[in-house]
């Protein structure tokens, strides 16, 4: 009788997850290149992979989306937790401003990563005017999606403009549930607002700051529409990103095979961090 | 459930799930750090192998008992 | 000394002291102004004229007018003034517009049936995602099934994969299966991915209904399915209208599936935008003009949304 619940969505997981991937898993083994896919289909092993383990330049592209991730992610920390900490406070209209500050994770990443490019144009876009503003700098003297020392940059940038209320608001989920009496205690011991902060709030709060670290790490290993729009990769290779470098073997130079095997890899790396994902949010259901 | 009130055997001792899902969790952790690493094109090298073993082990040891 | 003593005592510990609230008010109204100007500048170059949307140093007070709109909905081709005064007088508001940068409107552009094709794959995997995810979550949350906890991680891992790595087979798949560029291949894909949030986030709302209604119910003679339509269904209307449209906004906004399945036919909005192309090169005030209207249901679900949202991006774990 159950299964005839579940049946309808597994049956519909299954033929647009499962098979696919299947699939993908025996293409992986192969030598296609759907450009020439009059060739016969060869069977050539692991050699797919070994190629993608031992490239020099896959490694480089993964390790810039290490850097993109761990630099959002911190950023996206600091400024969502010290936001949800000054929420908490419960000033008047609050909740009003709250909610402007959530649109910017409720766009469409695409369309964000669009609209920045005309922000961030050295002449016409006001990004450089206001900061010429505050240094000095003349405007057209710098190119934020140009120029290879800033481009990294600019991506952390416009990611955590748009994700640091996604951490604010688990954040703020985490402050919430610490109950009052808790501080009433520590008040009674006269411990300070400093202390106070870090034997209570912080330890307090620890389990929502890795859901939210973990989820915006994941999503971010995996980015690729903002970017995709807002440097496509550029300049030179200085923010391609690993999803980005699959997009062009996959869709590009139409190498199935070998971009089936770098899926792949990052399939298994995704469901590796999703298991311990799945793992921190049930910690926070317990609470 | 019953057998949590009943002092663990060693069999059960072994295969609890605590220490092994740690284990497994390690291994995906440290396989991703292997794989974005920019100090050694080995570690590199050997990280899916990592992350992999890490993540079947993972599947398997959370339905060990808890 | 004694005042500030009597002051502080006064407030309820836990409640911050009004110096505080002050403070922390206002660098969070400074925050979310700051938070908010590029949008707002996007809305704004919607009315600029081309020229003023290009202008260096960048206007921030300027003449307001509908061109990007204009530009927007349609295709115009460029003529000779003289061209221009033999025609007859214009017969719209927008003809006199384009006529004024020497233009003439040629025909529609294509934003309409781009914009249809964002609404009907939207709500067609929404609504599917939805049926699929409240039957699906019923069952989880009230039947024993076996490895249910392995089900219910499979079905949220399918969400966590990278798009461009799904895209691969299915791009496959779909030519085999001549589905690709069509609604029906982006309706399968989006519900195939929203499905798996509608599950978690309905299985938490439908845990919260207490199963006593249901079991009255169950023994004055309903099926089970009479029971999940007449007793379930209509408690848990709140959370399956926040997850439709959370499933809703996800098909909305999504990029890379569409920009790598479709070309024409099927596109979606997203892809088409930044496509958008003038004179000389991008049509700024189009682009913008097309991005607000784009924006503005998000804006609406947003804060319809708000006491709902946590539970969406944590999939229901985290309930308030």
Known sequence: ?287 | MSGSAVAKSGVSRWFSRGPWEAGAMTLIGGGIIMLVQPWSIDLYGYSFVTILAGTIGYVIVSHFPE | MTAALAKSTAHSIVEASPRSKAVAGSLVILYAVITILPLLWIVATAFKSQSDAIAYPPKVIFEPTLEGYVNLFTVRTRQTPDFIAKLPPPETWYDKLVRQRDMVIAGPSKVVPRFVNSLIIGFGSTFLAVFLGTLAAYAFSRFRIPLADDLLFFILSTRMMPPVAVAIPIYLMYRQLNLTDTRLGMILLYTAVNVSLAVWLLKGFIDEIPREYEEAALVDGYTRLQALRKVVLPQAVTGIAATAIFCLIFSWNEYAFAVLLTSGEAQTMPPFIPFIIGEGGQDWPAVAAATTLFVVPIVLFTVLLRKHLLRGITFGAVRK
């Open chain 1, 1 to 287: 009788m159950a299964w005839l619940f579940v049946a309808p969505t597994i049956a519909l997981l299954l033929a647009i997850n499962i098979f696919p991937l299947v699939w993908m898993i025996r293409l992986s083994f192969t030598s296609l290149n759907l450009s020439m896919s009059y060739l016969p289909l060869r069977f050539v092993g692991l050699d797919n992979f070994t190629d993608i383990l031992t490239d020099e330049d896959v490694w480089f592209r993964l390790q810039t989306t290490a850097q993109f991730v761990i630099w959002s992610v911190a950023l996206q920390v600091v400024i969502g937790y010290g936001l949800a900490l000054l929420i908490n406070r419960q000033f008047r209209g609050h909740s009003f401003w709250t909610t402007i500050i959530l649109l910017p994770m409720m766009l469409s990443p695409a369309v964000v990563g669009n609209f920045w490019t005309l922000l961030l144009q050295p002449q016409i876009g006001p990004f450089n005017y206001v900061i010429s503003l505050f240094t000095g700098v003349p405007p057209s003297s710098f190119s934020m999606t140009g120029q290879v020392s800033l481009a990294p940059w600019t991506i952390v940038l416009v990611d955590t403009w748009m994700w640091a209320p996604y951490v604010m608001l688990i954040c703020l989920a985490g402050l919430r549930s610490i109950p009052d009496y808790i501080y009433e205690a520590a008040e009674v011991d006269r411990a300070s607002a400093w202390r106070q902060f870090w034997s209570i709030t912080l330890p307090m709060t620890v389990p929502f700051l890795m859901l939210a670290v973990l989820f915006r790490a994941i999503e971010n290993f995996k980015m690729f529409d903002m970017v995709n729009l807002l440097t496509s990769g550029g300049p030179g290779s200085t923010t391609e990103l690993v999803s980005i470098t699959l997009k062009r073997a996959a869709f590009e130079k139409w190498r199935t095979g070998y971009s089936s095997a770098l899926a792949i890899i990052l399939f298994v790396t995704v469901f590796g961090a999703a298991n311990i994902y799945v793992k921190a949010l049930n910690k926070v259901k317990q609470r």
